[in-house]
């Protein structure tokens, strides 16, 4: 099946004979240039030690808010593993550019992160198709990524990239130089379910069994600024995403709908201290608020819960020479989920309970890293993590953590 995955996007893209190999993830665009890809393949091996063995239904001692390699995976966590990213574009005519984006990892599954025309006017634009709604620097698709899996969750934990992920959907954007700045603007509108593309993505961590997505809306807002002269950048991205659903009854259970209203916003700086060293600075925030009906045979009933997820991130990379880059991150991510339970009698709302215990659970992540690239393709990183996860809850008399430490060894090729 991999090897399939891999000569399909060689066919896609390698059917015209014109097209250049680049390395570039942002594409600049010369007259005499008419497309470029990269393919990047590889196997990726871990080895985790952990305090916690197994998650637990109450999520204590939690082996998944470790947020390590085999947190959350799409597939059944395998060690090894193998990973593919391909990035096409090509140009047609003046005006008009298609691109593709593709990925396959046990962590996210196989995704089509864009397939997209984007007519270009002066300095405005239209992008139509599978559409990414820049909102984040998540290094999914760079060549020169220093990291095996990278540290923010909002990055690498598949259900809480899924809130901010690629959608069907429309942009449009405009580009400005304003003093020594080249500014750029992003308004979209994201439609998940459209050809079925997404038909089972959920705002939340978990979506219960035998339930039906009835809608499912996304719009976004990206302003990006990057200093002409110095290279620092900027950037600011919002989105709010608008999900319902309804679980049907199972074993005579009372059926339900499920509502999801939730914000995103991600703040973020990128500048050189000095011509080796750059730093990344990142804030990250996700703001839901769940409302779930269930009604029996007399009464409504209605649980309200709010879940807040934060992640701080700070990273340094270090370039030795043209080869070799040293990294070093550090993120907390902090979680926090409230419910309030409400009965619903001749459409008045009683208030009947409040969660007395408040989960909230911070998880601190430092790494370090080294990639080197080799030559004719071939880069190898090595990576360390040691992850804590410190649980509170209101209703227990103490904390419970546990603690993780990953090393990681990535075997990649460029093509």
């Known amino acids: 099946m991999f090897l399939k995955k891999i000569a399909l996007l060689i066919c896609l893209f390698t059917g015209s004979a014109f097209a250049q190999i680049a390395i570039e993830t942002e594409h600049q665009w010369a007259d005499d240039v008419v497309g470029s890809h990269t393919l990047q393949v590889g196997v990726d091996a871990w080895r985790i030690h952990t305090s916690a063995n197994e998650d637990t239904t109450a999520n204590m001692k939690s082996l998944s808010r470790l947020q390590l390699a085999n947190s959350y995976p799409v597939w059944h966590y395998r060690n090894p593993s193998e990973w593919l990213r391909f990035e096409g574009a090509l140009r047609v005519g003046r005006d008009?550019?298609?691109?593709?984006?593709?990925r396959s990892d046990q962590?996210?599954?196989?995704?089509?992160?864009?397939?997209?025309?984007?007519?270009?006017?002066?300095t405005y634009g239209v992008k139509l198709g599978?559409?990414?709604?820049?909102?984040?620097?998540?290094?999914?698709?760079?060549?020169?990524?220093?990291?095996?899996?990278?540290?923010?969750?909002?990055?690498?934990?598949?259900?809480?990239n899924f809130a901010k992920g690629s959608a069907p959907g429309v942009q449009t954007y405009a580009n400005f130089i304003v003093a020594d700045y080249s500014l750029q603007a992003i308004a979209g509108v994201y439609r998940p379910l459209w050809f079925n593309y997404a038909s089972d993505e959920s705002p939340t961590i978990t979506l219960a069994s035998y339930s039906t997505i009835t809608s499912h809306t996304k719009s976004g807002l990206a302003l990006s600024a990057t200093n002409?002269?110095?290279?620092?950048?900027?950037?600011?991205?919002?989105?709010?995403?608008?999900?319902?659903?309804?679980?049907?009854s199972i074993n005579q259970s009372v059926p339900y709908s499920y509502d999801v209203h939730s914000d995103v916003m991600?703040?973020?700086?990128?500048?050189?201290?000095?011509?080796?060293?750059?730093?990344?600075?990142?804030?990250?925030?996700?703001?839901?608020?769940?409302?779930?009906?269930?009604?029996?045979?007399?009464?409504?009933?209605?649980?309200?819960?709010?879940?807040?997820y934060k992640a701080v991130s700070l990273e340094a990379n270090y370039q030795i020479n043209a080869r070799d880059v040293l990294s070093a991150s550090h993120v907390i991510y902090d979680l926090v989920i409230d419910q309030t339970n409400y009965a619903l009698q001749s459409g008045t709302p009683a208030f009947v309970s409040s969660y007395s215990g408040v989960p909230h659970f911070v998880t601190t992540n430092i790494s370090l890293s080294w990639r080197r690239d080799?030559?004719?393709?071939?880069?190898?990183?090595?990576?360390?993590?040691?992850?804590?996860?410190?649980?509170?809850?209101?209703?227990?008399?103490?904390?419970?953590?546990?603690?993780?430490?990953?090393?990681?060894?990535?075997?990649?090729?460029?093509?």
Request: net charge positive; with cysteine.
């Open 96 to 102: 008009t550019l298609l691109s593709m984006k593709y």
């Open 107 to 122: 962590s996210t599954g196989s995704r089509l992160d864009e397939a997209s025309v984007d007519w270009a006017f002066h």
């Open 130 to 160: 599978v559409v990414d709604p820049k909102i984040s620097w998540c290094r999914t698709y760079d060549v020169d990524s220093p990291w095996v899996r990278e540290n923010n969750p909002f990055c690498s934990i598949q259900p809480l």
């Open 228 to 248: 002409l002269r110095n290279g620092t950048e900027f950037r600011v991205g919002l989105l709010r995403d608008d999900f319902s659903s309804n679980r049907n």
């Open 266 to 308: 991600f703040l973020g700086a990128n500048w050189y201290a000095t011509q080796k060293v750059a730093l990344r600075a990142t804030y990250f925030t996700y703001a839901g608020h769940l409302t779930r009906n269930m009604r029996d045979v007399v009464n409504y009933v209605k649980l309200d819960e709010v879940q807040n």
């Open 374 to 415: 080799w030559g004719y393709g071939v880069f190898t990183v090595l990576q360390m993590s040691q992850a804590n996860t410190d649980q509170h809850d209101a209703s227990l008399t103490k904390h419970l953590s546990s603690d993780g430490r990953a090393y990681g060894l990535r075997l990649g090729y460029r093509f």
